[in-house]
C-alpha cells in the first residue's frame, strides 16, 4: 500500500530552526509538495521538490532524495505565527496526490 | 492568485437531510477535487472532475455523489446525510504555480465545516 509518515507534533522556540521530517512509500513518484495549514482553514502550498536536492524559499527549505524515499522541511527563524501544521504529499504513478496526517508545529517563546 | 471559493464555511444538518456543498474557481482549471478532512488522518479524496460533466471516484466516495455542469463550478452532494459524515470538507482545484516550472499545484478553499445531528 502507499503510506507517507511524518511525525504528530514537534515542538520549536521562537527564533529557532526545526525540521520536520516526511517518509514515503507510493506507487511511482511525481513530485512531492509540502503544504502549510493553520488551525481551521485551508492547506495552503509550500513548496514543491521533484529532483533530489534542496529547494529554498526564504525562511524555508524543503529537501527531497528519492532514492531514500524522505524529505524534510527546515523552518528558520521561527516566528510565532508559524505554529500550524504542515502536510506532506507525494504525487504518485498515477498523478493522484497521497497525503500523510501533517505535523502540528508548536512554537514557544 | 487562484481563487477558490465554497460556498458555506459552517452547517448543521440532521441526519437523512440531503446536503449540497457549492465550489467554484476563477482560473479556468480543469481538474477540481473535493478532499475530507478529519483529525489524525490525512486528505481523503472523496471525488475529482477533471473536465465538465467527467467524474471521477477517490478514496472514499461512498455515501457522496458529485456534479461539473459547468467549468468553474464542483459541486459535493450527500443525498442523506449521517453522523460519519460529520467533518472538514475542502474543494481544491489544479494548476500551475506561478515561477513553479513544471508543477501542477492544489489551491484549496476555505473549507466546509459540516455537522450531522
Known amino acids: 500500500g502507499q503510506n507517507i509518515d511524518q511525525p504528530t507534533e514537534m515542538t520549536a522556540t521562537e527564533g529557532a530552526i526545526v525540521q520536520i521530517n516526511c517518509t514515503y512509500q507510493?506507487?511511482?513518484?511525481?513530485?512531492l509538495f509540502w503544504y502549510q495549514q493553520h488551525a481551521g482553514e485551508a492547506p495552503t502550498f509550500l513548496s514543491y521538490?521533484?529532483l533530489d536536492g534542496l529547494e529554498e524559499k526564504g525562511r524555508f527549505s524543503s529537501f527531497l532524495s528519492r532514492s531514500k524515499g524522505y524529505s524534510y522541511l527546515l523552518l528558520k527563524e521561527l516566528q510565532m505565527k508559524d505554529s500550524a501544521s504542515y502536510l506532506c504529499?507525494?504525487?504518485?504513478?498515477?498523478?493522484?496526490?497521497?497525503w500523510g496526517a501533517g505535523t502540528k508545529l508548536i512554537i514557544k517563546p | 492568485d487562484v481563487k477558490v471559493t465554497q460556498s458555506s464555511r459552517y452547517l448543521v444538518k440532521r441526519t437523512g437531510e440531503k446536503v449540497f456543498l457549492e465550489c467554484v474557481q476563477d482560473?479556468?482549471?480543469?481538474?477540481m477535487f473535493w478532499y475530507r478532512q478529519d483529525p489524525g488522518l490525512g486528505l481523503r479524496l472523496i471525488y475529482f472532475s477533471y473536465d465538465v460533466k467527467m467524474k471521477e471516484k477517490g478514496d472514499i466516495p461512498e455515501g457522496y455523489s458529485v456534479s461539473r455542469e459547468k467549468k468553474e463550478r464542483f459541486s459535493l452532494i450527500l443525498e442523506s446525510a449521517s453522523t460519519n459524515q460529520t467533518s472538514m470538507y475542502l474543494c481544491a482545484s489544479l494548476g500551475a504555480e506561478q515561477g513553479i516550472s513544471g508543477a501542477n499545484v492544489l489551491t484549496f478553499g476555505a473549507g466546509s465545516r459540516l455537522t450531522v445531528l
Open positions: 482560473m479556468d482549471h480543469e481538474n
Open positions: 504529499a507525494v504525487m504518485d504513478s498515477n498523478y493522484q496526490l497521497i
Open positions: 521538490n521533484v
Open positions: 507510493t506507487s511511482g513518484f511525481n513530485g
